[in-house]
């Protein structure tokens, strides 16, 4: 296989945004702690390598050949073109990267509500700012991030007249499947707040409509691979937290 996907067994993370861009494109790709009997220890493999010259920092990361690529949105970065999931032209692969870096931000922010204090404390140890910074984040930041890419896709309907529902011209591009992915996350995790949330940002929830609605993704779904959202995850359901900012 061409493609190896280094990412954690038993959760979605970041290696979904990863899996996604591979599934739309039809092109196979090696799970490789999935296909490894769920074996976390893969993963580690080229991290820990001394003898390696560029090694990731962390998971995702992808090995083409000899090569290796860490951060989402740079694997993405190299992926799009081979995948045919990026915009045509240096300005749109740019600027495509820019809201996927922005969700990248977005991701750490909605990861940071159940792990306020920091990665290696338990949830349990800091439920009382887990609390407090959910309230913040679906009271400022969700709407502050939705409502900027809102805007961005209703600017793309404006230039084109009517069309839609993508985030870059009227092609869909990995970063329509990253922020379909974002949406499904933060539905999972908040399902009551988000209701009226997602009811406020009409463009969103169609472009989220659409990208579950792609056949490949539907099939990939549907095909028992892909791992469902749990509490391991970046995106995790505390019915605590959900109620924090009602
Ligand atoms: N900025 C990186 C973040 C990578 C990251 O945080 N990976 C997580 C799993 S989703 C991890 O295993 N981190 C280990 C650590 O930070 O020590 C990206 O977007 O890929």
Do not use: C
């Not at 296989?1 to 599934?23: C, D, H, I, S, T």
């Not at 930041?141 to 600017?155: A, D, N, S, W």
């Not at 779904?221 to 019915?239: C, D, M, P, W």
Request: glycine share 8%.
């Amino acid at each position: 296989m061409k493609y190896e996907l280094y990412y954690w067994p038993g959760l979605q993370g970041r290696g979904e945004f990863v899996r996604l861009a591979f599934e739309e494109a039809g092109v196979p790709y090696l799970d490789v702690a999935l296909s490894a009997g769920e074996d976390a220890g893969e993963v580690m493999r080229y991290i820990g390598d001394p003898k390696i010259e560029r090694p990731p920092f962390a998971p995702p990361y992808l090995k083409v050949g000899r090569q290796l690529i860490g951060q989402t949105a740079n694997i993405l970065l190299y992926l799009a073109p081979r995948l045919k999931l990026a915009p045509r032209g240096e300005a749109a692969r740019l600027w495509a990267h820019e809201l996927q870096l922005t969700i990248a931000d977005f991701v750490v922010e909605a990861h940071d509500t159940h792990h306020p204090l920091g990665p290696s404390l338990y949830y349990e140890d800091q439920k009382r700012e887990a609390r407090q910074r959910t309230k913040d984040f679906l009271a400022e930041r969700v709407p502050k991030f939705l409502g900027y890419f809102e805007r961005v896709i209703e600017r793309v309907i404006e230039r084109s007249r009517g069309r839609g529902p993508w985030m870059i011209g009227s092609r869909l591009t990995y970063v329509d499947l990253s922020m379909a992915q974002v949406i499904a996350g933060l539905e999972y995790a908040f399902p009551k707040s988000m209701r009226p949330v997602m009811r406020r940002h009409p463009r969103l929830a169609r472009l989220h409509r659409s990208v579950f609605a792609r056949p490949r993704i539907k099939r990939y779904l549907k095909s028992g691979r892909q791992v469902a959202f749990n509490e391991t995850g970046i995106f995790r359901h505390y019915a605590e937290l959900d109620r924090a900012a009602r």
